[in-house]
């Protein structure tokens, strides 16, 4: 039996938020913290605001994440950052194969993997997004989209490393559109990752799994989504940018996760 795991909520700012715009949201949502102390709260910076975070984040419960890192340790890559400068800069987590980044910038399932290994090595805890795009989701192909990403993204990776890795499941459609997944149809896939899990990595592996899901999470529907017995929590887009929205996400699942109890 699945029992619910405290809501794991991610804020993903994507390419926006100057360094002051960084600090008032974080301002905020560290003041909002003591009364969401039932979550795991995780805000993804872009990099130019990554050290001003992690200075305001120190000693509060609220985490630090980046929405991307390079699979080489350092070197002659212009334009990337490595995984150990951005343990460095104060990062737990790290963002690998967002819809995003396979969409405009031709990540693959091979690149992922590469990723997820490189995060590993400094020490940071890969947040591995999987989602099928409207075209695949009409033509019936949601698992076995889902379940290759899985394979080729996770590829090499053992029970006891797969215990640091969070999933996202972002229905590529319903990113950016305004349109959400609803809970029962989040739900279902969200069901059939946890069994791909529990074939890969055993039943107790599974059970311990954060899947998180993403698409359109707002205010309004946080509530029904969390209630679902396999959504652990959200990976937060648009809805993160304002921190009234981003805090009452939280509450909502706050809410249903204390109704479980």
């Not at 419960?61 to 400068?85: C, H, I, R, S, W």
């Not at 290994?117 to 989602?131: E, H, Q, T, Y």
């Not at 053992?158 to 459609?173: G, M, S």
Request: net charge neutral.
């Amino acid at each position: 039996m699945h029992h619910k795991k405290p809501p794991f909520i991610a804020g993903n700012w994507k390419m926006h938020m100057t360094i002051p715009e960084a600090r008032a949201l974080i301002s905020a949502v560290v003041k909002a913290s003591p009364g969401l102390s039932e979550a795991e709260i995780v805000l993804v910076p872009p990099f130019t605001a990554l050290a001003e975070a992690s200075r305001l984040l120190l000693d509060t419960p609220v985490q630090l994440g980046a929405q991307n890192l390079f699979y080489e340790d350092k070197g002659a890559f212009t334009g990337e950052v490595a995984g150990p400068m951005l343990a460095d800069a104060g990062c737990r987590y790290v963002v690998i194969g967002h819809s995003e980044r396979r969409q405009y910038f031709g990540e693959t399932d091979a690149l992922v993997n590469k990723k997820v290994f490189a995060a590993f090595r400094a020490g940071l805890k890969p947040i591995v997004c999987v989602g099928e795009t409207l075209e695949e989701r009409e033509a019936g192909r949601t698992i076995s989209r889902i379940e290759s990403q899985l394979r080729n993204g996770l590829a090499g990776i053992t029970a006891d490393r797969f215990a640091e890795v969070v999933l996202a499941y972002e229905p590529i459609w319903a990113i950016g559109t305004g349109k959400t997944a609803a809970a029962s149809q989040a739900e279902e896939v969200h069901a059939r990752i946890r069994e791909k899990l529990a074939e890969n990595y055993g039943k107790e592996a599974a059970s311990y799994a954060i899947i998180l899901y993403g698409g359109s999470v707002k205010p309004a529907n946080s509530y029904a989504l969390f209630r679902e017995k396999n959504i652990d929590g959200f990976l937060v887009g648009g809805a993160s940018l304002e921190a009234e929205s981003f805090i009452q996400i939280t509450k909502e699942a706050i809410k249903a996760y204390k109704e479980e109890q």
